[in-house]
């Protein structure tokens, strides 16, 4: 039997996610929910392990009432969304000028060869992956990178080495 | 901003021109060619393509034609070395990326890119690094991608959000990785879809049936009219020899402006179908032979001939025939002694005939739509009726229109509107209640149904808005002619419009719906849409009760009529069926005696009078297929072989002045029918049965369309129905029910759709495979297979 | 005189708190504009007067910029504050959003009143976790305290102030491009005109203004327009946020008069690392056209006077780099930059910023060829100017600088394939 009705939402889309992304719709105009779409991507990416599947891309336009080729012009044009698997701890390091001309190569080259993985990569336990970014704007602590949701700033191979042993 | 004229200077030249109105607009009003890519006349500004930078006086930077707007004393250089390096430099950068594959790519010779690096590129790159290559996706059997070629104009992403109203294409990634597509693979369903062809200006969106067939250098062009829906939009036809290898649109500003149907683009196909009847045939003994036209001619003759009695020869004609095939057909059927011709094969009730005594027609002009102030469309699926028409009704919605729809299943719609969606015997109700909400009166059982009327929000809401309105409109769909009380529909959604000053618009059904009334080819209008003196039997009785004889024009038993499995029950039993006919079809061959073939389309000249009442003539572009023949001409032969009178043509313009005389004075009017006693009659008694046709089922061209067949809008030969009704029924986890309806049995599988109205199940008619059923709508029971 | 208007409670221990903002007098001044019912014109009158220009990189007069919405319109106008700071080299919004949360919402509340809108945005950047959950207590706390939300301090005004969070782009600094992104669109910036005071977010009146200038209000409306335009000098009202990075021993923000010499400003941020001789300087953010370090040594830090070097001041982002770094490949991780992030939407940018990496990245790799350079040049003079948006222009100009005051270095990359750094 083939069934044409709205689609199941996911195990992922719970009512707490249902509620965080409400928060996100009670900012704006009732009639603009959608410019809540960034907000909500980011709270189903944090919740599916920092990446977006295209059925959590589908229903948060549903959820908004976008239409999902709009979800996907979003996710697909900002850096921080995630079309593939990452690590549990997403390695974003700055090569921009000041970064680079504080030796930013070196930090690179550090990770790299700790970690076995160049930019793009996710290490093969799962816990890290490795991402080139543009200036975080943190060019005073420069050499720089952001894990998760933190900065961290003048940055030297053993700094580095403390970091990472202690994230899970 | 003002209406005030501004005087400018464009190259030298002293041009006049609206205050506000967008350079480019004006230079090309006055000839002045300006390069452009992203620049559409029909959609949004984008300024992103950046090839008609020009040179406005005392702006240091060069500006964008397609969007700067004309200001007094604007003096405008578009030839200046400032502005031809600007227009030079963006197009380097466009070629940089763009492949060289101008020799396999299906737009070259007619590709805006390959013509405007001719005046403005270079002949040798500077760019040498690997150029981009972007990965297609299959967007359905209609459209071919080849994004590579993609120079970003974004003219089909604007299209799908502005014009289709649905977005279904989009620009995905950034930089120079922003891709023009669909991102996920995915067909592309708008019934409007295939205008992106038209609109991209390189080779990346392409006609997929057409791919690879032709060079555009080798087609010639003629016009053509469209025959399927009752716009009548306006074609291109491109021909190479003797074969219509495309169809695009041709620009009509009060009909379809710049765009075309995917139906009218790809029905086409329907051409080259390989059930193509290509010479005359004849049953004898039960078995089909070819023969010649002459015997086949003849036999028809003496077999229609032969029937003398009164009305027992039938006529059933298809509303896509050409005007004069309509007209001929008619005539050489009265000119027997019969006045049981129709054409209004789909519609559900014909009480109203009795009072009808004009042709009914769409109520107020095409180009009328996109300004109504509100609109009630009752049993009407636009978009997949008459999609332009949808396209104009989705304009005035955006442009603030009130439309409410009082509709058998929920409708896709891409604008704001407000459904009330019923089961096929409660929408009688619904509109009764809008009726009662507006104050209508009525008299006999109508002011029994309005009594009973519940006037609620809805209805309230929707009277409010027609009231309101300067320009408003009640439609009735294709949904409410095929309904079994059509005429109540009729005398309530006139009774409405009066009320509400609004107009009454009977949606026509195809091309010639509007001129078959006018030609005669309905039982109670004469040509020149006069009222019947004494109404023969209409097209349901025709088969309700059996003619002896039956002439049968591009129709098709069991698919082009309101109740499939009678319409080929009663052709079995008659004496003597004579089709002209384009294809030749089991069902034809089950119910017929002698089959003609018939030109169609393309290949026969021919008039449409479209939902406006406007003629179009059409001239035949390419010859028949094998013996077919213009049906006037087949017609005229036998109106000579039956020693008729006045059937003596040599053109066919002779019998389109013909008419034309007769409808001198003819006018077209949806007033309310006086006098007429209405008891409804489909029963709220059990399960009920909706039904549609879907878009590509309307007519035999269309449904010998391969690429449209293969679309969600060819339909489904299944039963819908909500999941809870499903419930209700037993049927939640059936694969298959059997379905019996008067009699009629047939086992489709089952899709739960929460589309459809509870206490009702949803097959579609014009499928072979619901073609054992009866009528679109009417009572039926259901169990598991 | 430093740090005396958006870092003015810098000095203090845990300066975000809203306790520590009022100790040093503020939302005083909102509280007297409340209750003066002060004139709109007027506080946009004083705005004019401090000389205050847009601190986000484009210079242009604040309270220019109010004066064009036409306060009485009917329907919502808006004020958007662009923290979306990304610019590289660039990190002073950051500073104040973590330490000075409650000036930046008392400049919005004043805007708000300023141009009668009762609602604002704040766009912060998506990275910026820390800086976003500091304004957000500090919404929290202003909330709290009645300096924002309905009827505030019982004036009858309301003000409803929000954070949007940007996601990664840095196109969205461009306000337009900022304002689809607020609508839940990709951040392409709009054709102007329109421009946002007449269409803007939503398609209503918007002012848009940079963290800084946003900050830069309550100590304008406290002492005076002629104040603040006094800190700095001529066209360059104020003191300014610097932020100075690269090869120096004490990078960060200082804020510090307009006007003051650069040679102080390096002083101040602790000289060169390891007595390196200043080579260069980007003075105002990555797309400023870059500077020879001893013009720049001559040079005070105002509008004008970067201008006059054939540069701009832009957002104050002072990029020092010393005689170790090769310009071709400071050049070459520019342009990738700008091609990384342009948006994608108009042709020259979309293809030219590429073309652009490409030729640098050849150069850089010793596959230049002789024609390179011309080329380069022509591909960014074809790029400047021809764009919807000022991310072209970005992308055009440190090519230009480049090649104006270091061509050699780039010919002889090509001539030698390789560096002449430490080559002697």
Known sequence: MTTTTAKETSELFTPEIRAEIDRWIAKYPAEWKQSAVMGALMIVQESNGGWLTTELMDQVAAYLDMPPIAVYEVATFYSMFELKPVGRNKICVCTNVSCMTNKSDLIVEHLEKKLGIGFGEVTEDGRFSLKEVECLGACGGAPMMQIGKQYYENLTPEIVDAILEGLE | ?785 | MANEVCLRTLDLERPWLIEQYQSRGGYEVLKKILSEKTAPEAIIEEVKKSGLRGRGGAGFPTGLKWSFISRNAPGQKYVVCNSDEGEPGTFKDRDILRYNPHQLIEGMVIAGYAIGATCGYNYIRGEFWEPYERFEQALEEAREAGFLGEDILGSGFDFQLHTHLGAGAYICGEETALLESIEGKKGQPRYKPPFPAHFGLYGCPTIINNTESLASIPMIMEQGGEWFADIGVKNSGGPKLFSISGNINNPGVFEIPMGTPFSELLAMAGGMKDGRKIKAVIPGGSSAPVIPGEQMMELNMDYDSIAGAGSMLGSGAVIVLDDTNCMVKILERMSYFYHEESCGQCTPCREGTGWLYRIVHRIETGQGRQEDLDLLDDVADKIAGKTICALGDAAAMPVQGMLRHFRHEFQYHIDHKRCMVGVG
């Open chain 2, 1 to 785: 901003m003002t209406d005030s004229t501004v005087t400018i200077e464009v190259d030298g030249r002293t041009l006049e021109a609206k205050a506000g109105t967008m350079l480019i607009d004006v230079t090309d009003a006055a000839g002045i060619t300006i390069p452009r890519f992203c620049y559409h006349k029909k959609l949004s500004v984008a300024a992103n393509c950046r090839m008609c930078l020009v040179e406005v006086e005392k702006v240091p930077k060069p500006l964008p034609a397609c969007a700067t707007p004309v200001t007094d004393g604007m003096k405008v250089y578009t030839r200046s070395p400032k502005a031809l390096a600007a227009q030079k430099g963006t197009m380097e950068f466009l070629l940089i990326n763009h492949p060289l594959d101008c020799p396999i790519c299906d737009q070259g010779g007619e590709c805006e890119l390959q013509d405007v690096a001719i005046g403005y590129g270079r002949d040798v790159s500077r760019y040498s690094e690997g150029k981009r290559v972007v990965a297609d996706k299959n967007i359905g059997p209609l459209i071919a991608t080849d994004m590579t070629r993609c120079i970003h104009c974004t003219r089909c992403v604007r299209f799908g959000e502005e014009i289709a109203g649905i977005r279904e294409m989009g620009a995905t990634g950034r930089g120079e990785h922003m891709v023009i597509g669909t991102y996920i693979e995915k067909s592309v369903d708008s019934e409007l879809s295939g205008n992106v062809i038209d609109l991209c200006p390189v080779g990346a969106l392409t006609s997929k049936p057409f791919r690879f067939n032709a060079r555009a250098w080798e087609l010639t062009q003629v016009e053509g009219v469209a025959p399927h829906d009752s716009i009548g939009s306006n074609l291109n036809l491109h021909l190479r020899g003797n074969q219509v290898m495309r169809v695009h649109p041709r620009d009509n500003e009060s009909i379809n402006e710049s765009w075309i149907s995917d139906r009218d683009r790809f029905s086409y196909e329907g051409l080259y179908s390989s059930d193509r009847l290509t010479s005359p045939m004849i049953k004898k003994s039960g078995e089909w032979m070819e023969v010649n036209w002459e015997m086949a001619l003849e036999m028809a003759a003496a077999g229609l001939g032969e029937i003398k009695e009164q009305d027992q020869v039938g006529a059933l004609l298809s509303p896509t025939a050409t005007l004069e095939e309509l007209y001929l057909a008619q005539k050489l059927i009265r000119g027997l002694g019969s006045n049981s011709i129709d054409s209004r094969l789909r519609q559900g009730d014909f009480r109203l005939d009795a009072g009808l005594k004009q042709a009914s027609w769409l109520g107020l002009k095409i180009s009328d739509i996109d300004s109504l102030d509100a609109a009630l469309v009752v049993g009407g699926n636009l978009r997949k009726e008459q999609p332009i028409l949808a396209h104009r009704l989705r304009k005035a919605a955006l442009a603030g229109a009130a439309v409410h729809f009082i509709t058998p299943l929920q409708l896709e719609l891409n604008y704001e509107s407000r459904q009330s969606i019923a089961t096929p015997a409660e929408m009688v109700k619904r509109l009764a209640a809008v009726a009662k909400a507006a104050g209508v009166k009525g008299s006999g059982s109508l002011a029994a149904l309005l009594n009973a009327a519940e006037a609620d929000e809805f209805a309230e809401t929707a009277a409010a808005s027609l009231k309101q309105g300067d320009a408003s409109a009640v439609v009735l769909g294709a949904m409410a002619q095929s309904h079994p009380d059509y005429s109540l529909l009729y005398a309530l959604a006139a009774g409405l419009a009066g009320a509400c000053g609004a107009k009454v618009s009977v949606l026509p059904e195809a091309g010639n719906s509007v001129g078959a009334q006018l030609a005669g080819a309905v039982p109670h209008l004469l040509p020149g849409g006069k009222s019947a003196q004494s109404a023969g039997p209409d097209a349901l009785s025709m088969l309700k009760l059996p003619r002896k004889g039956y002439l049968l024009l591009g129709v098709e038993p069991g698919v082009d009529f309101h109740n499939p499995a009678l319409s080929q029950s009663a052709l079995q039993s008659a004496d003597m069926v004579v089709a002209l006919s384009a294809y030749r079809t089991p069902e034809l061959e089950a119910c017929c005696d002698i089959l003609l073939p018939m030109a169609i389309f393309s290949e026969t000249s021919g008039t449409y009078v479209n939902a406006e009442g406007v003629w179009q003539r059409t001239r035949g572009a390419v010859k028949p297929q094998g013996e077919a023949r213009p049906g006037w001409k087949i017609l005229r032969v036998l109106g000579n072989l039956l020693n008729q009178q006045g059937f003596d043509y040599t053109d066919p313009d002779e019998i389109g002045e013909e008419l034309h005389a007769l409808c001198n004075g003819a006018s077209l009017d949806n007033r309310p029918v006086e006098g007429l006693d209405l008891e409804p009659k489909l029963g709220r008694d059990g399960l009920q049965r909706g039904g549609d046709t879907p878009l590509y089922a309307s007519d035999p061209l269309v449904r010998r369309a391969a690429a449209l067949q293969q679309t969600k809008d060819a339909g489904q030969g299944v039963m819908r129905l909500h999941p809870k009704e499903a419930e209700r029924q037993g049927l939640n986890s059936a694969e298959n029910a059997v379905i019996r309806q008067n009699g009629y049995q047939a086992t489709l599988p089952v899709t739960l759709d929460e589309a459809i109205p509870e206490g009702c199940v949803w097959i579609s008619t014009g499928l072979r495979s619901t073609s054992m059923l009866g009528q679109p709508f009417g009572e039926v029971t259901v169990e598991k297979a």
